[in-house]
């Protein structure tokens, strides 16, 4: 596993995702998501911190998915345009 | 960081907007049409939260624009142009991707190869998922990304509420 660190990195390209971006990256994900689990070390590794975050998007993907089959059983029998919608409106703004 | 509440009614109020859309347009739709249009029009009003300032969501907005069945008017003109443009630039990517140089020290080289190759297949991986990712440069891709995996969470939470909402509609026990 590639270790993040300057000297081996005598090739930098341009086109590359840098070091930095990856300490970001991964800094802004265990915000977001504790469940993901990085290395406990200095050393992190950037092809992992991708593979995890790859894997996290499609879990989000699959949600959404399902999400949107769930409703759309639910809201066949719910008029947009009715009552129900305008208190499902009124309970989600608040 | 913007404020997420607001951005939460910002895509609830699009939502439903284009969700009123959908089921003015056509009446009795399968179970699978009416599936497709709430997804479709879910992913469009978040993205369209973004008000133009990421690329993932113009990306959304311009390849499903095609897709979207509205009752505008029926010549709308299609989005080809974006979405072939990102082809080509994909294409272009492809072929400038840097060739390998073999140094002489070959162990080293090896495993700085192998991890080389998996970072860029993780990364051309990553491209993938996000909307108009291929033809983003690799400077972006984190900024994107985490904007992307933040709406994700907001538009899922949202729709989870929807989801409670009315299902306690259906069932008020």
């Known amino acids: 596993m590639s270790n993040i660190s300057r000297s081996s990195r005598q090739r930098s390209e341009s086109t590359r995702i840098s070091d930095d971006q990856i300490v970001q990256l991964v800094s802004k994900l265990r915000q977001l998501v504790p469940e993901i689990r990085t290395r406990r070390s200095n050393k992190v590794s950037a092809s992992k911190v991708l593979q995890e975050t790859c894997n996290y998007i499609k879990n989000l993907h699959r949600e959404v998915d399902d999400l949107s089959e769930r409703l759309a059983q639910l809201l066949s029998t719910i008029d947009a345009d009715s009552a129900e919608a305008a208190i499902i409106r009124s309970l989600l703004s608040n | ?173």
């Open chain 2, 1 to 173: 960081m913007r404020n997420q509440s607001s951005v939460k009614q910002e895509f609830l109020r699009k939502w439903i907007t284009g969700l009123r859309r959908y089921s003015c347009e056509k009446k009795n739709m399968s179970f699978f049409e009416r599936k497709k249009a709430i997804k479709l029009s879910a992913d469009l009003a978040m993205a369209s939260t973004r008000d133009k300032t990421t690329r993932w969501s113009q990306a959304l907005i311009a390849n499903n624009t095609d897709n979207v069945f509205i009752a505008s008017s029926s010549s709308s003109s299609p989005k080809k142009s974006s979405s072939s443009r990102s082809r080509n630039m994909t294409t272009l990517m492809r072929r400038s991707r840097p060739t390998r140089v073999k140094s002489a020290k070959k162990e080293m080289s090896s495993a700085r190869c192998i991890a080389k190759r998996l970072m860029e297949k993780r990364t051309r991986k990553l491209k993938n998922l996000l909307p108009g990712g291929e033809s983003m440069d690799e400077g972006c891709l984190v900024a994107e990304t985490l904007d992307y995996i933040q709406s994700l969470r907001d538009q899922i939470e949202v729709m989870r509420c929807l989801v409670t909402a009315s299902q306690l509609i259906i069932n008020p026990s």
